[in-house]
């Protein structure tokens, strides 16, 4: 199922919003950067000891499409932070989350 550019921004809210949800139930504070643009990340988290920056990734279909550079800002951002760079993707409706650490 192939979605549309505002189909797809919507379904990447929504999974932002479920992964912040999901970060809370495991007594981390978490946000989601509203607007961010390419270079910037999607959320971040952190529990008082670690920090994660996360790129937020889902999809309808069978195929999720990811950048080399924005896993490049990914990793560039989590240096500048000190914090630990992460993938997440979901399928919708076919699995759960999957998490990528990216080594910084």
């Given at each position: ?78 240096v500048k932070l000190k914090a630990k760079p992460l993938l997440a993707l979901k399928y919708e409706g076919h699995s759960p989350w999957i998490f990528a650490h990216l080594s910084?």
């Open positions: 199922m192939d979605l549309d550019v505002e189909n797809r921004q919507s379904l990447n809210i929504k999974h932002e919003y479920e992964l912040i949800n999901l970060f809370r139930d495991q007594n981390f504070e978490a946000a989601r950067l509203p607007g961010a643009i390419s270079r910037a990340p999607d959320l971040i988290a952190g529990d008082g000891e670690t920090v994660f920056i996360l790129r937020v990734k889902a999809t309808g279909g069978e195929r999720i499409e990811l950048f080399k550079k924005h896993v490049w800002d990914l990793k560039r951002f989590s910084a």
